[in-house]
């Protein structure tokens, strides 16, 4: 008999500051209400942690990102349906690719916000864990990327 088995989401994000500006995208969230995120998305299977999120910032903003450190590794438990997620979170440079893809289904477009904007927003924000993480980035948090290891 098969045991029951549960596992969270696995989920990256990128964190991209330009002059005091934070990349982000407005997508439909899962109730269709369109809400803000940082680039993110589930890790695929096979990939590593990094070429997830330089995938899923390739395909919800059309920018070319390299990831340089990670700001944090998040767990989320959503309070509505009880979801867990499990997010890493990486700081990075990212360059718009010319011409520009199209974007993932779901995704209106990438912006780019100040935090004092995220704060007026608050209540669009995808979950919490977007500001948690700009805020980690700003006090200096950074893990190096060579502590990421895959067999």
Known sequence: MAEDYWAPHVTVAALV???????LVEEYGPDGELV???PAGHLDPGESLQQAVIR??????????????????????????????????????????EPAL??????????WKSLDELHAESARLRSPMVLRAIADYRSGGR???????YA
């Not at 993932?104 to 912006?111: L, P």
């Open 17 to 23: 500051e330009q002059a005091g500006r934070f990349l």
């Open 36 to 38: 803000l995120n940082q």
């Open 56 to 97: 899923e910032v390739r395909e919800e903003t059309s920018f070319e990102f390299v990831p340089t450190a990670l700001c944090g590794i998040y767990q989320w438990t959503h309070p509505e349906n009880g979801e867990q997620f499990l997010r890493f979170c990486f700081v990075g440079q990212a360059q718009p690719i």
């Open 143 to 149: 893990l190096p990327l060579d502590g990421l290891h």
């Open 102 to 111: 199209p974007l993932d289904e779901g995704i209106v477009r990438a912006c």
